[in-house]
């Protein structure tokens, strides 16, 4: 499915957080929304995910408008979200967890059914969680969790998958696996991210933010050049590809005094 | 259960970190509802006049019969024994079973919506709406006190303070938990000055009556106010029972609301709407019994896990339990005279409350 956004606009409290983004994401391939904290990323992946509406603008799954054309319900089948929350409030088992990941496919009498379990159980071993559907999922670690909700995610069995800076509060190898295991979902993906090394390895495309706007898109060497680093998040950076990978590699040197 | 993968592995679906897993929730169901029914027929025998349980069953046989026999007085019962059982301890019985069930769904309902462990179904005001109604209609002699007026009239004042505290806790017809919270916390604080003040003005005898309305009892039950509450109740519990799977949605947390497809605004309102109605109605007819809506439903997510679609029937079950053995209590343990029913639950509640805290290591703040 591709995802379209049209000029987005959105405000919180009449200050306008995203201002004007168009955005594209062609079927099965992944964005990266870049930027420094602040400039509007989580909220622009909300007005996706139907939880801001937008001010102006539309965002389109498959040409179909989330706020006008699909009921909350209905843009839940086709989108899932793994988002920057941790609830540990209530002992909620990673069964009971993944299994939430039905919620939009489920009528108010019905019951899971073998379809249910099947896609709750591949879910779980997907993200090579299967023996550990009985534990209580605030006692995991940040890594484990964080699989954890990917699994909701592929329960829900949508085709469009949104992040919000995945990788937050893991270490390293956390990091890598939870973006090797997106990236091999091939589902149509949108994620925030602060890692540009991450950006650079498995976005096809990036869109760079600064306050509220699209400063730049492209690919990840169109993109994260040392200039645009610069006036973006104000520091200065060394980029380049590196021969044993033909990867894009940056470096950070220092702040830039300039900005 | 085990299912079996694509990739060919076992994944054990009923594993489970809580108390009570799998087939045992059936097991545990069924303990429950034959602990309902023997709480009932222990009840309905204790009391000032204590009443065989085997005349207990011939009474209560004898009166479910009647439109069929023609006569709710089975043979060898005294009148007096049959009026006990049937008008008087009957109703109040069921009315205890009806209170604690309500509460309890409410309790799980409101904490749910604010995320927050220590919510409970007052926090919106309910009681101290319900108290003002109930304490006018007591000492200002507006109408003759009636127990169906001071109802009537706690029923009004609840839905009064609940219409308030929705005013002020929606901005732009978004209705967040905290504002709410903070505008229940401030229109109980008003209603409580004006319930206070409104004492001043009674005489010994009407503070007596006020003090056991505002502390709870289902003693006074009559036939009549069971119809009512009831049908409430059980309406409303099944419209939640049916909306188990948003609301585990929604006590994950409100991304995960939204990323579910729940439209979380309209669904909070349905909620906040349907726990309010369930807690007026109750508080109406037996007054402000505390403590049940925060302790139920954390004793049953202890024993069978967060998901509301165990939660929601079990508390309904154990909450009527508990409240009914609170209210046998009340009458044993002062006899002849009887204990309004709050100070029970706050003697067991209290140290439950310190024990969740303690237990929680945090004061829920719902992060």
Redesign the interface.
């Known amino acids: 499915m591709r995802v379209q956004l049209e000029d987005i606009s959105v405000e919180i409290e009449e200050t306008r957080i995203v201002n004007a983004v168009t955005l594209c994401a062609e079927p099965g391939t992944m964005v990266g929304l870049l930027g420094p904290n602040g400039c509007g990323k989580s909220t622009l992946l ?1 007005s996706i ?3 801001l509406k937008p001010a102006t603008g539309v965002a389109l799954i498959d040409g179909q408008n989330v706020w006008t054309d699909l ?7 086709r ?3 793994v ?5 540990a ?5 990673v ?3 993944v299994a ?5 496919h ?1 009528q ?2 019905d019951r899971d059914n073998a379809e249910d ?2 896609m ?3 879910a ?3 993200v090579g969680m ?1 023996d550990k ?4 999922f605030g006692t995991l670690s940040g890594g484990e969790k964080q699989r954890v909700l990917v699994a909701r ?1 592929l329960a ?1 069995g949508t085709q469009v998958l949104i992040l919000d800076e995945p990788t937050n509060h893991l270490d390293v190898r956390y990091q890598i696996e939870i973006l090797d295991l997106v990236h091999s979902l091939s589902l149509t993906t949108i994620t925030a991210l602060h890692d540009l090394n991450h950006a650079a390895a498995y976005c096809d495309r990036v869109y760079l933010m600064q306050q509220g706007q699209i400063v730049n898109h492209g690919t990840a060497r169109e993109v994260l050049t040392a200039e645009q680093i610069a006036t973006v998040y104000g520091v200065c950076a060394e980029v380049e590809i590196r021969p044993s990978t033909g990867r894009l590699h940056i470096v950070f040197t220092g702040i830039n005094p300039v900005v | ?1 085990f ?5 060919g ?1 076992e ?3 009923h ?4 108390l009570i897993k799998g087939s045992g929730y059936r097991l545990f169901v069924s303990v429950l509802c034959l602990l309902v029914m023997l709480t009932v027929v222990v009840s309905v025998s204790i009391g000032s006049v204590s009443i065989p349980l085997n005349e207990v069953w011939v009474v209560m046989g004898a009166n479910v019969s009647a439109p069929l026999t023609g006569s709710a007085l089975a043979p060898g019962i005294a009148p007096t024994t049959n009026q006990i059982v049937w008008d008087f301890r009957m109703p109040r019985t069921l009315l205890g079973l009806v209170v604690g069930a309500s509460l309890a769904v409410a309790g799980v309902v409101m904490q749910a919506v604010v ?3 220590l919510a409970d179904p007052y926090i919106l005001g309910t009681v101290s709406g319900a108290s003002v109604g109930a304490v006018a209609v007591i000492t200002l002699g507006i109408f003759a006190a009636t127990p169906s007026a001071v109802t009537t009239s706690a029923f009004i004042g609840a839905m009064g303070s609940l219409l308030l505290v929705f005013l002020l806790g929606q901005r732009r017809g978004i209705f967040s938990p905290g504002r709410l919270i903070l505008a229940g916390v401030a229109i109980s604080y008003l209603l409580s000055a004006i319930t206070s003040y409104i004492q001043l003005q009674a005489n010994p005898n009407e503070l007596r009556a006020v003090l056991y309305w505002l502390l709870g009892s289902v003693a006074g039950a009559e036939w009549i106010d069971l119809g009512a509450a009831s049908a409430v109740v059980v309406t409303l519990t099944l419209l939640l029972v ?2 188990a ?2 609301l ?2 929604l ?6 609301a ?7 605004n309209r669904f909070r309102l349905l909620l906040l709407g349907a726990a309010s109605l369930l807690t007026a109605s109750v508080v109406a007819v037996s007054g402000g019994v505390g403590f049940v809506g925060l302790m139920i439903p954390h004793m049953v ?1 202890m024993l069978v ?3 509301h679609r165990r939660v929601l029937l079990t508390s309904a079950l154990v909450g009527g339990i508990f409240l009914m053995w609170v209210d046998i209590f009340a009458r044993i343990v002062i006899r002849p005279a009887e204990m309004p029913l709050g100070i029970i639950t706050g003697v067991i509640g209290a140290p439950f409350f310190i024990y969740i805290m303690s237990r ?1 290591g945090n004061t ?1 703040g ?2």
């Open positions: 909300r995910y139907r939880a009921s909350a319900r209905e843009s839940a089948k989108t899932a979200v988002a920057q929350e941790r609830a409030d209530f002992d909620f088992s069964l009971e967890v939430a990941g039905r919620t939009p489920k108010l009498f379990r099947q709750i159980a591949d779980l071993a997907r299967h559907g009985g534990r209580i995610a829900q | 259960m299912v079996r993968t694509q990739s592995m994944v054990d679906l594993a489970s970190p809580h995320r927050n462990p049916l909306q799977r948003p585990n949605a006590l994950m947390g409100e991304e995960s939204y990323a579910l497809g729940v439209d979380v997510r896990g967060p998901d929680s829920g719902g992060s």
